[in-house]
């Protein structure tokens, strides 16, 4: 089994552009995830009734700040969960 590297492109200058390996594209990936995990943090948490990022556009009722505390997030008992049997 032969195993191909990717050509590694040097200009005149001797300046290597080979740096878009493994480490990158990792980086790359966890700044856009952590990117959209802030967003939609700043979504649940906005008072605003109507949001519109893009071409995603949500209507809705805040909760009251009063009961901010008081909430808590349940699973809908049609909805069934993966558990090992």
């Known amino acids: ?13 001797g300046y290597s552009y080979n740096w878009i390996d493994g480490g990158f594209v990792l980086t790359l990936v966890g700044l856009i995830g952590a990117g959209s ?3 939609l943090t700043y979504f649940l948490k906005s008072r605003c009734t109507r949001i519109k ?8 009722e805040p909760i009251a700040e009063d009961h901010l ?3 808590q997030i349940e699973v809908p008992n049609n909805r069934q969960l993966n558990t090992l049997d």
């Open 37 to 39: 995990a802030y967003c």
């Open 69 to 71: 505390n008081d909430i």
């Open 1 to 13: 089994m032969s195993s191909t590297t990717p050509p590694i492109i040097i200009d005149s200058n």
């Open 53 to 60: 990022c893009g071409c995603i556009e949500c209507l809705r």
